[in-house]
């Protein structure tokens, strides 16, 4: 397994790190903080990391400084910073670890975000499953609460940060950040039509900066070792390192950090340890499981924002799910899309609807009852369904399922052919109405 300098998981990777503030101190933890107040303007700040080429970690990898230049400088009201921590892609499981094994690394971040744009209060958004990540979240703010690393006057400075945690009630949606936004007023968490965008009128109508968990983790590693430090790390506009969470077939899943551009080759075969029992791959998924799936063919192709786009897939929330040959891609396409009809909003009729027709498709073709034109007609339902919804949740669930028609049709017909799963020939399932 190659080694690469450990970055965001380097404090975890010491034995005995308790991710306690004492233990983050020790390990120069909140030094950036006490830098950026003392001897640095926000003006300073947005620059640094604008120069650095961080991009966000949640999904979109929308430039993070330049996100946060978009808040006015001269609103004379409040101004927030929300964390999303609702970290509900299946397949992806780094910002859980982030949380749950040291938080003061995001805490601190948050600090430096807050004062960079402006706001004194902030939130963190946590996926209402995380009940472990939520309790070990409060007890880390309370540290910092007593250290006044939180509060009024931060290390004599005369800026002030609050922070609390809003749990989520496990909806995926909520991860979308208008949603997020709704769901911390009270509200039923749908998404907001854009523009206006978060930056002008976010929570509570005030300008807001969303940033996901990884993203502000990065930030105390930049101002401690310089925006060149960080862009020298990984490719093009694909800059430091990224946790990459591997699941699958494989015979080491887990979290792994690798500098931005290693190839799936490389993160499959000699970091993941190579393919479960040694069986070919079949295909994988590169960015939780909204992106679109990938063949064998695409294995050395970089793990950057750009390379993958250009391959037809999406980096997303950097969650890899690895398929071995004798996966059934029908089955898999349908699995996904239990998933995404359970957790569609509802707000559009095109994802609300289609999403259940598209799944009683599925359904149907791997039960055995598939007819002619089913694939015809689940591409046409797809295409209804994409670029149709407020917010980017239409794409994201059709985009595996015309992924696996594009990639692997020859199989969709022997299903509709032969009147079976070729792989789960007596598999009985319930058919979803």
């Known amino acids: 397994m190659p080694k690469y300098e450990l970055v965001l998981l380097k404090n975890m990777a010491q034995p005995g790190y308790t991710g306690s503030l004492e233990a983050y101190r020790q390990a120069g933890g909140y030094a950036a903080l ?27 990898g929308f430039p993070t400084g330049l996100k946060w230049s978009f808040i006015p400088k001269d609103h004379k009201g409040l101004k927030y910073l929300c964390c999303n921590a609702d970290e509900s892609e299946p397949g992806t499981y780094k910002d859980r670890q982030l949380i749950e094994r040291d938080p003061h690394q995001m805490l601190e971040g948050l600090a430096i975000c807050c004062y960079a744009i402006g706001a004194e209060r902030a939130y963190i958004y946590i996926r209402g499953e995380f009940d472990l990540g939520a309790e070990v979240l409060e007890n880390a703010i309370q540290e910092a609460y007593r250290a006044n690393l939180f509060g009024k006057d931060l ?23 208008t949603a997020l936004l709704e769901s911390i007023e009270g509200k039923r968490g749908k998404p907001r039509i854009k523009p206006p965008f978060p930056a002008i009128h976010g929570l509570y ?34 800059t430091g390192t990224r946790v990459f969470s591997v699941s699958g077939h494989v015979k080491r ?16 075969y000699d970091i ?56 059934c891609i029908v089955w898999a396409a349908m699995n996904l899309m239990e998933f995404f009809h359970h957790e569609s909003c509802g707000q559009c009729t095109p994802c609300r609807e289609g999403s259940g027709w598209v799944l009683q498709i599925l359904h149907r073709i791997e039960q055995g009852h598939g007819r002619e034109g089913d694939i015809e007609q689940l591409e046409n339902l797809c ?39 070729p792989f789960h020939p007596n598999a009985t399932l319930s058919m979803v109405h």
């Open 155 to 177: 290390f004599g400075s005369g800026v002030n940060v609050d922070v609390s945690v809003h749990r989520g009630a496990g909806a995926y949606i909520c991860g979308e950040e």
């Open 34 to 60: 006490e830098k950026v107040l003392k001897e640095r303007t926000p003006a300073d700040i947005i620059e640094e990391v604008k120069k650095s080429g961080l991009r966000g970690r949640g999904g979109a």
């Open 253 to 268: 899943p887990g979290n792994y950090e690798v500098p931005m551009g290693v190839t799936l080759r490389e993160m499959i």
């Open 272 to 327: 993941a340890g190579g393919m479960r029992g040694d069986k070919p791959l079949k295909a994988f998924i590169p960015g939780g499981a909204s992106a679109p799936m990938m063949k064998p063919e695409h294995l050395d192709i970089p793990l950057d924002f750009e390379s993958i786009k250009e391959a037809g897939s999406m980096l997303g929330s950097g969650g890899i799910t690895v398929m071995e040959e004798e996966t």
């Open 383 to 421: 295409r209804r369904i994409e670029g149709k919804t407020v917010c980017a949740f239409g794409e994201a669930e059709v985009g595996p399922i015309l992924s696996s028609i594009k990639h692997f049709r020859a199989e969709y017909e022997q299903h509709i052919r032969e009147k079976c799963c």
């Open 205 to 238: 109508q005030e300008p807001t900066v969303i940033n996901n968990v990884e993203t502000l983790a990065n930030l105390p590693h930049i101002i401690n070792r310089g925006a060149e430090w960080f862009a020298s790390i990984g490719i093009g506009k694909s």
